[in-house]
């Protein structure tokens, strides 16, 4: 299912709780026990209460000793505290667990969007996912603090109550009986309604994430041509969509909660006028018509309170169906790609690189074969027009692209991308923290402890970026730097992964598109002396200039020009 599918709820489970969660949230399993053995205790203690509260008003009418009616009432506060113990237990015990699944989920969302790559991420708006693993995962506290240890207490408290009821007094359990799936019912009719309103709240929810993202990140383009107040307007308009959809989502809530609790009220009063009649003609004692009369409430109570529940627990549950769906997307991925990372290097990697009609996949277009040997000492230039798939090439070697054709790492299937591989895209994707942090990024712990030091320096230089300064800050995504200079920063940080050995072969992706051309003849320079000091150099650029230092050329067509 997309992100983005406005048709996702007709494909939701639809069950009470999702058998997903307990296959991504291993902490979700031991929650259910540990819930379950609290409600059977619950279901004890309202059993006992009922009864010693019927003894206690019962022993006072019939005149029992006070003795005797104090140890009533003696086990009736404990009844009481055991009661109110319980309910503590199980909020903390909810607390715990929606903080332990919270974080699987998060965690499990986290690889999975890593494991699906870029390719699948470009299909996706990631405001949307930053949604759904934030403000969607926190939706369930009120999941597994109040809707499902409901539903536990109600699968196991319902049908002791009813039997309770039906061996102290057959013909209020069979009232109960009777009446009991009219809740139910109107709870089916009530939940669609609810999961529809709510479903429709949570996409206008993520749909306003998207837009405010967008709109942010293309301000200063909407400014230039004189649309930012189209932009504004646009997402007035989505905020008024999700107020409407939010005061929707309260009406249902509360004209479900008013239906169930009427029902409720309607068959507690058909059990209560049947025991009254027969108080009058003497056929049913006070102590069996009183106790029978105290459960009957108890036993409406749990089920009603699912319904009224499952309101508070909906924008959780809608957030989960999000993250299952990329949960499953990563889990039908395939190991291992055809002819990408996966397998275990054998023997030293020497960075001798062979792609043998490649076609990378792209949705369900196989791009233009691509064939070329890259040999340690060399710069290999991919180059081609714009959409032909030079970057894909990139991402097949980076193990996030699935491919026909073999790539093959010094004659044998590659090793993980880690082991060999110092890339650098046209992103930066530079993090908060020091420049020096950014470029010993994913360094050995005794490398990274000083990245400041000399090979920092030397790998900025070649990047043509000796003048930043290795200890400057930098903000979210690498703010505090020009785009040319985030880019240096980027290559510069490939460049020091292969210089402390972590990688024998580098592969940069338009590396100076940001520069100007006296910066970008100090990159192709550098890139020179790091061939010839024997690396295996991949480079894609647009720039003429970069065919000076190429000593191959791989030209990739258009899947239009590809013969059939």
């Known amino acids: 299912m997309s992100m983005d599918d406005p048709e996702a709820p007709a494909r939701s489970s639809g069950r009470p709780v999702d058998p997903r969660l307990l296959r991504y949230a291993r902490g979700a399993r031991v929650f259910f026990v540990a819930i379950g053995a609290i409600g059977l205790a619950q279901t004890v203690v309202i059993v006992a209460f009922a009864w010693l509260t019927t003894r206690a008003i019962v022993g006072a009418i019939d005149g029992v000793p006070p003795a005797e009616l104090a140890g009533v009432l003696a086990a009736l506060a404990g009844v009481v505290a055991a009661r109110a113990g319980l309910l503590w237990l199980r909020e903390a015990i909810s607390a715990r667990a929606a903080a332990r699944v919270r974080s699987e989920l998060r965690g499990g969302l986290t690889a999975a969007v890593g494991r699906l790559g870029p390719g699948w991420l470009a299909t996706r708006n990631s405001a949307q996912l930053a949604v759904t693993a934030g403000r969607g995962l926190d939706a369930l506290d009120a999941y597994f603090g109040r809707y499902l240890p409901q539903l536990v207490l109600t699968a196991i408290a319902t049908p002791v109550l009813i039997a309770v009821i039906w061996w102290s007094d057959w013909i209020s359990g069979l009232t109960v009986l009777l009446t009991m799936p009219l809740i139910p019912l109107f709870m089916v009719l009530i939940g669609l309604a609810t999961r529809a309103v709510q479903r429709a709240q949570w996409q206008t929810l993520r749909q306003l994430a998207a837009r405010f993202a967008d709109t942010v990140r293309g301000l200063s383009t909407l400014t230039v041509f004189g649309r930012q107040h189209r932009a504004a307007t646009s997402i007035e308009r989505v905020t008024e969509n999700y107020r409407i959809e939010t005061m929707r989502v309260l009406r249902v809530s509360f004209l479900s909660g008013f239906a169930l609790e009427f029902l409720a009220s309607i068959s507690v009063a058909i059990v209560a006028v049947s025991i009254g009649f027969r108080l009058i003609d003497g056929s049913l004692g006070l102590g069996i018509g009183l106790f029978v009369l105290l459960l009957a409430p108890e036993a409406y109570l749990p089920l009603r309170q699912v319904g009224v529940q499952f309101h508070a627990a909906a924008e959780g549950v809608a957030a989960t169906d999000d993250v299952f769906e990329v949960l499953d997307a990563a889990g039908e991925l395939r190991e291992t790609p055809a002819g990408t990372a996966g397998a275990v290097s054998r023997g030293p990697v020497r960075g001798v690189l062979r792609a043998d009609r490649v076609r990378v996949r792209r949705g369900e277009v196989l791009l233009a074969p691509v064939s070329f040997t890259a040999s340690p000492g060399t710069v290999t230039l991919l180059a081609g027009p714009s959409g032909a798939g030079k970057s894909s090439v990139f991402a097949a070697l980076r193990g996030v692209a699935a491919i026909d054709g073999d790539i093959t790492l010094d004659g044998g299937p590659l090793p993980p991308p880690a082991s060999w591989l110092a890339w650098a895209g046209q992103e930066p994707g530079l993090i908060a923290g020091?420049?020096?942090?950014?470029?010993?990024?994913?360094?050995?712990?005794?490398?990274?402890?000083?990245?400041?030091?000399?090979?920092?320096?030397?790998?900025?230089?070649?990047?043509?970026?000796?003048?930043?300064?290795?200890?400057?800050?930098?903000?979210?995504?690498?703010?505090?730097?020009?785009?040319?200079?985030?880019?240096?920063?980027?290559?510069?940080?490939?460049?020091?992964?292969?210089?402390?050995?972590?990688?024998?072969?580098?592969?940069?992706?338009?590396?100076?598109?940001?520069?100007?051309?006296?910066?970008?003849?100090?990159?192709?320079?550098?890139?020179?002396?790091?061939?010839?000091?024997?690396?295996?150099?991949?480079?894609?650029?647009?720039?003429?200039?970069?065919?000076?230092?190429?000593?191959?050329?791989?030209?990739?067509?258009?899947?239009?020009?590809?013969?059939?």
């Not at 690498?478 to 992964?497: E, N, T």
């Not at 720039?543 to 791989?554: F, K, T, W």
């Open 434 to 564: 020091t420049v020096a942090e950014n470029v010993a990024l994913g360094a050995p712990p005794a490398v990274a402890a000083t990245p400041g030091g000399d090979g920092v320096s030397r790998a900025l230089a070649s990047a043509g970026a000796a003048g930043i300064d290795p200890s400057l800050e930098l903000g979210v995504r690498g703010s505090g730097l020009s785009g040319g200079q985030a880019q240096r920063v980027a290559v510069a940080r490939a460049l020091f992964r292969h210089r402390i050995g972590g990688a024998t072969v580098v592969a940069l992706d338009e590396p100076s598109a940001a520069l100007d051309a006296e910066t970008e003849d100090a990159l192709w320079r550098g890139l020179r002396r790091l061939a010839d000091d024997g690396a295996t150099v991949l480079l894609i650029s647009h720039r003429e200039s970069a065919r000076a230092i190429a000593d191959q050329l791989v030209e990739i067509r258009p899947v239009s020009e590809v013969p059939a």
